[in-house]
Protein backbone atom coordinates (compact mmCIF):
# COMPACT_ATOMS: atom_id res chain seq x y z
CA UNK A 1 0.00 0.00 0.00
CA UNK A 2 1.88 2.69 -1.39
CA UNK A 3 2.24 6.63 0.66
CA UNK A 4 2.13 9.67 -0.87
CA UNK A 5 5.27 11.11 -1.29
CA UNK A 6 5.73 14.54 0.15
CA UNK A 7 7.35 17.62 -1.89
CA UNK A 8 7.96 20.11 0.60
CA UNK A 9 10.67 20.81 3.19
CA UNK A 10 8.83 21.34 6.53
CA UNK A 11 6.76 18.74 6.53
CA UNK A 12 10.22 16.74 6.48
CA UNK A 13 11.53 17.76 8.74
CA UNK A 14 8.70 18.13 11.08
CA UNK A 15 8.47 14.12 10.04
CA UNK A 16 12.46 13.64 11.17
CA UNK A 17 11.44 15.53 14.62
CA UNK A 18 8.53 13.22 15.40
CA UNK A 19 9.91 9.94 13.83
CA UNK A 20 13.50 10.69 15.76
CA UNK A 21 15.91 8.35 14.78
CA UNK A 22 15.25 5.71 11.70
CA UNK A 23 18.70 4.74 10.79
CA UNK A 24 21.06 1.72 12.20
CA UNK A 25 20.49 3.50 16.09
CA UNK A 26 17.74 2.71 18.08
CA UNK A 27 15.35 4.51 20.33
CA UNK A 28 13.86 2.51 23.16
CA UNK A 29 9.73 2.20 23.00
CA UNK A 30 9.52 1.36 26.75
CA UNK A 31 6.02 1.53 28.19
CA UNK A 32 4.91 0.36 31.79
CA UNK A 33 3.22 -2.35 30.65
CA UNK A 34 6.23 -4.69 29.02
CA UNK A 35 6.29 -7.07 29.53
CA UNK A 36 2.54 -8.14 28.68
CA UNK A 37 1.27 -10.89 31.22
CA UNK A 38 0.50 -13.24 28.24
CA UNK A 39 4.20 -12.74 26.80
CA UNK A 40 5.45 -11.23 23.77
CA UNK A 41 2.91 -12.37 20.41
CA UNK A 42 3.50 -13.80 17.17
CA UNK A 43 0.60 -13.04 14.97
CA UNK A 44 0.13 -15.01 12.33
CA UNK A 45 -2.42 -14.00 9.73
CA UNK A 46 -3.58 -16.77 7.05
CA UNK A 47 -5.39 -17.51 3.93
CA UNK A 48 -6.11 -21.37 3.18
CA UNK A 49 -4.60 -21.41 -0.33
CA UNK A 50 -3.76 -25.19 -2.51
CA UNK A 51 -0.74 -24.73 -1.96
CA UNK A 52 -1.21 -24.56 1.55
CA UNK A 53 -4.39 -25.66 2.22
CA UNK A 54 -5.88 -25.11 6.40
CA UNK A 55 -5.15 -28.76 7.33
CA UNK A 56 -1.04 -28.08 6.89
CA UNK A 57 -1.58 -25.20 9.56
CA UNK A 58 1.26 -26.41 12.59
CA UNK A 59 -0.45 -25.97 16.07
CA UNK A 60 2.30 -24.35 18.14
CA UNK A 61 3.85 -22.21 15.71
CA UNK A 62 2.50 -19.04 16.55
CA UNK A 63 0.70 -17.38 18.89
CA UNK A 64 -2.22 -16.26 17.55
CA UNK A 65 -3.70 -17.34 14.15
CA UNK A 66 -5.79 -15.03 12.24
CA UNK A 67 -7.78 -16.27 9.24
CA UNK A 68 -8.36 -13.49 6.53
CA UNK A 69 -11.03 -12.83 5.74
CA UNK A 70 -14.29 -12.47 6.24
CA UNK A 71 -16.71 -9.14 6.28
CA UNK A 72 -19.30 -7.48 7.37
CA UNK A 73 -22.99 -7.75 5.98
CA UNK A 74 -24.84 -4.73 4.94
CA UNK A 75 -28.43 -6.03 6.09
CA UNK A 76 -30.21 -2.68 7.59
CA UNK A 77 -31.88 -4.58 10.39
CA UNK A 78 -28.93 -7.30 11.50
CA UNK A 79 -25.97 -6.38 11.18
CA UNK A 80 -23.41 -9.20 11.31
CA UNK A 81 -20.64 -10.59 9.52
CA UNK A 82 -21.22 -12.60 6.64
CA UNK A 83 -22.25 -16.16 6.31
CA UNK A 84 -19.32 -17.94 5.40
CA UNK A 85 -19.02 -20.42 2.92
CA UNK A 86 -18.67 -24.27 2.77
CA UNK A 87 -14.90 -23.89 2.12
CA UNK A 88 -14.70 -21.06 4.99
CA UNK A 89 -16.59 -23.21 7.56
CA UNK A 90 -14.53 -26.32 6.95
CA UNK A 91 -11.04 -24.34 7.33
CA UNK A 92 -12.69 -22.56 10.51
CA UNK A 93 -13.58 -26.15 11.64
CA UNK A 94 -9.91 -27.35 11.84
CA UNK A 95 -8.06 -24.35 12.93
CA UNK A 96 -9.87 -23.79 16.09
CA UNK A 97 -9.12 -27.51 16.31
CA UNK A 98 -5.42 -26.86 16.38
CA UNK A 99 -6.43 -25.68 19.97
CA UNK A 100 -7.14 -29.39 21.20
CA UNK A 101 -2.82 -29.47 20.98
CA UNK A 102 -2.34 -26.13 21.81
CA UNK A 103 -4.50 -24.81 24.06
CA UNK A 104 -2.98 -21.35 24.61
CA UNK A 105 -3.24 -20.77 20.64
CA UNK A 106 -5.96 -17.88 19.65
CA UNK A 107 -7.74 -17.90 16.86
CA UNK A 108 -9.36 -14.70 15.60
CA UNK A 109 -11.18 -13.67 12.64
CA UNK A 110 -10.16 -10.88 10.35
CA UNK A 111 -12.68 -8.96 8.49
CA UNK A 112 -11.51 -6.20 5.81
CA UNK A 113 -14.82 -5.64 3.70
CA UNK A 114 -18.18 -3.63 4.18
CA UNK A 115 -16.98 -1.52 6.85
CA UNK A 116 -18.82 1.92 5.89
CA UNK A 117 -22.35 0.55 5.64
CA UNK A 118 -21.95 0.15 9.10
CA UNK A 119 -19.63 2.48 10.97
CA UNK A 120 -21.05 5.04 9.05
CA UNK A 121 -24.54 4.43 10.37
CA UNK A 122 -26.76 5.18 13.13
CA UNK A 123 -25.44 4.37 16.93
CA UNK A 124 -28.02 1.65 16.91
CA UNK A 125 -26.98 0.08 13.82
CA UNK A 126 -23.11 -0.72 15.36
CA UNK A 127 -24.36 -1.81 18.41
CA UNK A 128 -26.52 -4.31 17.01
CA UNK A 129 -23.52 -5.45 14.66
CA UNK A 130 -21.51 -5.43 17.72
CA UNK A 131 -23.79 -8.01 19.64
CA UNK A 132 -24.89 -9.59 16.52
CA UNK A 133 -20.73 -10.71 15.61
CA UNK A 134 -20.04 -11.50 19.54
CA UNK A 135 -22.87 -14.29 19.21
CA UNK A 136 -21.14 -15.12 15.41
CA UNK A 137 -17.18 -15.23 16.76
CA UNK A 138 -19.38 -17.59 19.53
CA UNK A 139 -20.79 -19.99 17.68
CA UNK A 140 -17.91 -20.63 15.11
CA UNK A 141 -15.15 -21.42 18.12
CA UNK A 142 -13.34 -17.69 17.59
CA UNK A 143 -11.32 -16.34 20.10
CA UNK A 144 -11.84 -12.74 18.63
CA UNK A 145 -11.91 -10.49 16.47
CA UNK A 146 -9.38 -8.43 13.82
CA UNK A 147 -10.57 -5.33 12.08
CA UNK A 148 -9.06 -4.98 8.82
CA UNK A 149 -10.74 -2.06 7.19
CA UNK A 150 -8.22 -0.24 4.70
CA UNK A 151 -9.21 2.50 4.94
CA UNK A 152 -11.26 4.33 6.65
CA UNK A 153 -11.61 8.22 5.05
CA UNK A 154 -10.44 11.00 7.36
CA UNK A 155 -14.47 11.87 7.80
CA UNK A 156 -15.28 7.95 9.12
CA UNK A 157 -12.30 8.48 12.16
CA UNK A 158 -14.41 9.42 14.78
CA UNK A 159 -16.94 7.00 14.09
CA UNK A 160 -14.77 4.05 13.93
CA UNK A 161 -13.09 5.20 16.65
CA UNK A 162 -16.64 4.90 18.36
CA UNK A 163 -17.21 1.39 16.38
CA UNK A 164 -14.29 -0.05 18.04
CA UNK A 165 -15.46 0.85 22.00
CA UNK A 166 -18.89 -0.40 21.37
CA UNK A 167 -17.66 -3.39 20.69
CA UNK A 168 -15.04 -3.20 23.18
CA UNK A 169 -18.13 -2.53 25.56
CA UNK A 170 -20.00 -5.17 23.83
CA UNK A 171 -17.63 -7.82 24.57
CA UNK A 172 -16.58 -7.34 28.24
CA UNK A 173 -20.71 -7.12 28.89
CA UNK A 174 -20.84 -10.43 27.35
CA UNK A 175 -18.19 -12.12 29.44
CA UNK A 176 -19.11 -10.78 32.27
CA UNK A 177 -22.63 -12.63 31.75
CA UNK A 178 -21.40 -15.75 30.48
CA UNK A 179 -18.61 -15.92 32.61
CA UNK A 180 -16.42 -16.98 29.56
CA UNK A 181 -13.23 -15.42 28.79
CA UNK A 182 -13.58 -12.05 26.68
CA UNK A 183 -13.17 -12.56 23.37
CA UNK A 184 -10.18 -10.48 21.46
CA UNK A 185 -10.64 -7.53 19.82
CA UNK A 186 -7.33 -6.16 17.50
CA UNK A 187 -6.75 -4.60 14.43
CA UNK A 188 -4.11 -3.58 11.46
CA UNK A 189 -3.14 -0.61 11.10
CA UNK A 190 -1.90 1.47 7.77
CA UNK A 191 1.91 1.25 6.53
CA UNK A 192 1.32 5.23 5.92
CA UNK A 193 2.25 7.71 8.07
CA UNK A 194 -0.36 10.04 6.00
CA UNK A 195 -3.42 8.01 6.29
CA UNK A 196 -2.95 7.41 10.13
CA UNK A 197 -2.58 10.87 10.79
CA UNK A 198 -5.59 11.27 9.32
CA UNK A 199 -7.68 8.63 9.61
CA UNK A 200 -6.53 7.03 13.19
CA UNK A 201 -7.03 8.39 16.78
CA UNK A 202 -5.03 6.17 18.26
CA UNK A 203 -5.21 6.68 21.72
CA UNK A 204 -8.96 6.13 21.51
CA UNK A 205 -8.08 2.80 19.38
CA UNK A 206 -5.62 2.08 21.69
CA UNK A 207 -8.53 2.14 24.80
CA UNK A 208 -10.60 -0.45 23.28
CA UNK A 209 -7.93 -2.49 21.46
CA UNK A 210 -6.13 -5.77 22.61
CA UNK A 211 -3.21 -5.34 20.66
CA UNK A 212 -2.91 -3.99 16.77
CA UNK A 213 -0.22 -5.24 14.02
CA UNK A 214 1.51 -2.19 11.67
CA UNK A 215 1.39 -3.45 8.29
CA UNK A 216 5.23 -2.38 8.13
CA UNK A 217 5.51 -3.82 4.26
CA UNK A 218 4.54 -2.75 0.70
CA UNK A 219 6.45 0.99 1.53
CA UNK A 220 7.95 0.87 -2.19
CA UNK A 221 5.56 -0.93 -4.79
CA UNK A 222 5.81 -0.19 -8.36
CA UNK A 223 3.21 2.66 -9.79
CA UNK A 224 3.59 5.12 -12.10
CA UNK A 225 4.05 7.14 -9.71
CA UNK A 226 6.60 4.62 -7.46
CA UNK A 227 8.63 3.64 -10.76
CA UNK A 228 12.38 3.20 -9.50
CA UNK A 229 13.24 -0.03 -7.15
CA UNK A 230 12.54 0.31 -3.81
CA UNK A 231 12.67 -2.01 -0.06
CA UNK A 232 9.60 -3.65 0.55
CA UNK A 233 10.32 -3.99 4.07
CA UNK A 234 13.22 -2.46 5.43
CA UNK A 235 14.10 -2.32 9.02
CA UNK A 236 15.43 1.20 9.17
CA UNK A 237 15.04 3.55 6.26
CA UNK A 238 17.50 4.02 3.55
CA UNK A 239 18.81 7.62 3.51
CA UNK A 240 17.03 10.01 0.82
CA UNK A 241 13.90 7.81 1.04
CA UNK A 242 11.13 9.14 2.81
CA UNK A 243 11.55 8.74 6.55
CA UNK A 244 8.46 6.88 7.43
CA UNK A 245 9.30 4.20 5.14
CA UNK A 246 10.69 1.38 7.16
CA UNK A 247 9.60 -0.94 10.28
CA UNK A 248 11.13 0.80 12.99
CA UNK A 249 9.95 4.28 11.76
CA UNK A 250 6.34 3.17 11.58
CA UNK A 251 6.43 1.24 14.62
CA UNK A 252 7.88 4.15 17.03
CA UNK A 253 5.36 6.53 15.10
CA UNK A 254 2.64 4.55 16.41
CA UNK A 255 4.44 4.49 20.08
CA UNK A 256 4.74 8.36 20.03
CA UNK A 257 1.42 8.62 19.08
CA UNK A 258 -0.18 7.02 21.64
CA UNK A 259 -0.17 2.87 20.80
CA UNK A 260 0.97 1.39 24.27
CA UNK A 261 4.75 -0.75 22.97
CA UNK A 262 3.42 -4.02 24.48
CA UNK A 263 0.11 -4.09 22.22
CA UNK A 264 1.92 -3.23 19.25
CA UNK A 265 3.53 -5.59 16.66
CA UNK A 266 5.95 -4.84 14.22
CA UNK A 267 4.35 -6.30 10.55
CA UNK A 268 6.69 -8.71 8.73
CA UNK A 269 6.02 -9.82 5.61
CA UNK A 270 6.75 -13.37 3.91
CA UNK A 271 6.71 -12.24 0.24
CA UNK A 272 8.96 -9.31 -1.58
CA UNK A 273 7.76 -7.12 -4.49
CA UNK A 274 9.15 -7.42 -7.98
CA UNK A 275 10.36 -4.83 -10.25
CA UNK A 276 11.16 -5.23 -13.93
CA UNK A 277 14.17 -3.02 -14.43
CA UNK A 278 14.89 -0.48 -17.49
CA UNK A 279 18.31 -1.71 -18.40
CA UNK A 280 19.99 -5.10 -17.12
CA UNK A 281 22.69 -3.32 -15.73
CA UNK A 282 20.96 -1.23 -14.20
CA UNK A 283 20.34 -3.12 -11.07
CA UNK A 284 20.95 -1.30 -7.96
CA UNK A 285 18.59 0.22 -5.21
CA UNK A 286 16.75 3.39 -6.82
CA UNK A 287 17.20 1.97 -10.39
CA UNK A 288 14.74 3.09 -12.80
CA UNK A 289 11.68 0.42 -13.84
CA UNK A 290 9.22 -0.09 -16.37
CA UNK A 291 6.71 -2.11 -14.14
CA UNK A 292 5.88 -4.94 -12.33
CA UNK A 293 8.33 -8.23 -11.92
CA UNK A 294 7.20 -10.84 -14.44
CA UNK A 295 5.12 -14.21 -13.12
CA UNK A 296 6.93 -15.13 -10.43
CA UNK A 297 8.67 -19.07 -11.29
CA UNK A 298 6.99 -21.21 -8.54
CA UNK A 299 3.57 -19.52 -7.26
CA UNK A 300 3.59 -17.27 -11.04
CA UNK A 301 2.28 -13.96 -9.69
CA UNK A 302 3.30 -10.68 -11.16
CA UNK A 303 4.54 -8.21 -9.17
CA UNK A 304 5.04 -10.30 -5.92
CA UNK A 305 7.58 -12.79 -5.03
CA UNK A 306 7.22 -15.34 -2.31
CA UNK A 307 9.53 -16.78 -0.12
CA UNK A 308 9.69 -20.19 -2.24
CA UNK A 309 9.46 -17.60 -5.26
CA UNK A 310 13.00 -15.90 -3.88
CA UNK A 311 14.83 -19.20 -2.65
CA UNK A 312 13.95 -20.91 -6.35
CA UNK A 313 15.41 -17.51 -8.52
CA UNK A 314 18.60 -17.56 -6.22
CA UNK A 315 19.04 -21.57 -7.31
CA UNK A 316 18.87 -20.26 -11.06
CA UNK A 317 21.34 -17.69 -10.31
CA UNK A 318 20.05 -14.48 -9.03
CA UNK A 319 22.46 -12.07 -7.17
CA UNK A 320 21.22 -11.63 -3.34
CA UNK A 321 22.16 -8.01 -2.05
CA UNK A 322 21.72 -7.98 1.45
CA UNK A 323 22.04 -4.70 3.44
CA UNK A 324 22.93 -5.66 7.40
CA UNK A 325 22.84 -1.89 8.26
CA UNK A 326 19.44 -1.40 6.52
CA UNK A 327 18.08 -4.99 7.42
CA UNK A 328 16.98 -5.35 4.03
CA UNK A 329 18.16 -7.47 1.01
CA UNK A 330 16.60 -7.62 -2.45
CA UNK A 331 17.59 -10.05 -5.37
CA UNK A 332 18.67 -9.16 -9.02
CA UNK A 333 18.53 -11.47 -12.41
CA UNK A 334 18.50 -10.10 -15.79
CA UNK A 335 15.46 -7.46 -15.83
CA UNK A 336 14.03 -8.69 -13.04
CA UNK A 337 14.27 -7.07 -9.65
CA UNK A 338 12.93 -8.24 -6.10
CA UNK A 339 12.86 -6.82 -2.64
CA UNK A 340 12.02 -9.57 -0.12
CA UNK A 341 13.03 -10.56 3.28
CA UNK A 342 14.94 -13.55 4.16
CA UNK A 343 16.14 -15.30 7.31
CA UNK A 344 18.96 -12.40 8.04
CA UNK A 345 16.31 -9.48 7.66
CA UNK A 346 13.82 -11.68 9.37
CA UNK A 347 15.74 -11.81 11.95
CA UNK A 348 17.27 -8.65 12.45
CA UNK A 349 13.97 -7.43 12.47
CA UNK A 350 12.75 -9.87 15.51
CA UNK A 351 15.61 -9.09 17.35
CA UNK A 352 15.03 -5.38 17.43
CA UNK A 353 11.37 -5.93 18.65
CA UNK A 354 12.62 -7.86 21.23
CA UNK A 355 15.40 -5.24 22.29
CA UNK A 356 12.94 -2.45 22.21
CA UNK A 357 10.46 -3.97 24.24
CA UNK A 358 7.50 -4.00 21.54
CA UNK A 359 4.60 -6.51 22.22
CA UNK A 360 5.69 -8.67 19.09
CA UNK A 361 5.50 -9.15 15.54
CA UNK A 362 2.32 -9.79 12.93
CA UNK A 363 3.01 -12.29 9.56
CA UNK A 364 1.30 -11.34 7.12
CA UNK A 365 1.39 -14.10 5.86
CA UNK A 366 1.81 -17.97 6.56
CA UNK A 367 0.72 -18.98 3.72
CA UNK A 368 3.29 -17.10 2.18
CA UNK A 369 6.22 -18.83 4.12
CA UNK A 370 7.80 -22.18 2.37
CA UNK A 371 5.89 -24.97 3.74
CA UNK A 372 7.61 -27.69 1.93
CA UNK A 373 11.09 -27.20 2.36
CA UNK A 374 11.81 -25.65 -0.87
CA UNK A 375 14.47 -23.39 0.39
CA UNK A 376 16.50 -25.99 2.16
CA UNK A 377 16.07 -24.26 5.46
CA UNK A 378 12.92 -26.58 7.51
CA UNK A 379 9.13 -25.77 6.79
CA UNK A 380 7.89 -22.29 7.28
CA UNK A 381 11.75 -21.21 7.63
CA UNK A 382 11.01 -17.47 8.58
CA UNK A 383 8.15 -18.36 11.38
CA UNK A 384 10.44 -20.96 12.92
CA UNK A 385 12.89 -17.69 13.21
CA UNK A 386 10.25 -15.58 14.09
CA UNK A 387 9.01 -18.50 16.96
CA UNK A 388 12.42 -19.05 18.49
CA UNK A 389 13.58 -14.96 18.96
CA UNK A 390 9.46 -13.74 20.30
CA UNK A 391 8.44 -17.37 21.96
CA UNK A 392 11.52 -18.77 22.66
CA UNK A 393 10.82 -21.79 20.44
CA UNK A 394 10.04 -23.92 23.42
CA UNK A 395 7.33 -25.94 22.47
CA UNK A 396 4.79 -27.02 25.04
CA UNK A 397 5.98 -30.52 27.30
CA UNK A 398 5.67 -33.44 25.61
CA UNK A 399 5.11 -31.68 22.07
CA UNK A 400 7.07 -31.90 19.37
CA UNK A 401 9.40 -29.30 17.73
CA UNK A 402 7.50 -26.79 15.73
CA UNK A 403 6.41 -28.77 12.24
CA UNK A 404 4.39 -27.85 9.25
CA UNK A 405 1.56 -30.32 8.68
CA UNK A 406 -4.68 -19.58 -6.78
CA UNK A 407 -2.34 -17.84 -4.12
CA UNK A 408 -3.14 -14.86 -3.71
CA UNK A 409 -1.74 -11.89 -0.89
Known amino acids: MPVTRWTHCVLIIIILQLC?????????????????????????????TQRFPADRVPSEACSHLIYAFGSLSTSASEPNITAPSQGQR???????????????????????????????ADLLKMQKFAVNAVNYLRKYGFDGVDMDWEFPSPSERDAYSK????????IDKEANATGKAALLLSLALPNSHAIAERSYDIPAIASSVDFATAMTYDFHVYSKGDNVTGYNS???????????????AMVLYYIKRGMPAHMLMMGIPTYGRSWTLARPDYHFLGAPALGKGPPSPVTHLKGVYTYPDACAALKKGAVSVPSTSLGAVY????????????????TAKCKWVMKEQVGGVGVWAMHLDDLNNECGQ????????????????????????????????
Not at 90 to 117: C, H, M, Y
Open 90 to 120: SAWTILTALRRENPSLKVLLSLQQGFPDVVG
Open 331 to 346: LYQGTTWVAYDDSNTV
Open 20 to 48: GNTGGETLKAQDAGYPPKSGPKLVCYFTP
Open 234 to 248: PLFTPGGDYPFYSAS
Open 163 to 170: FLAIMRTT
Open 378 to 409: GSLPLIQIMNKIVLGGRPREGRPPLRGHSTDL
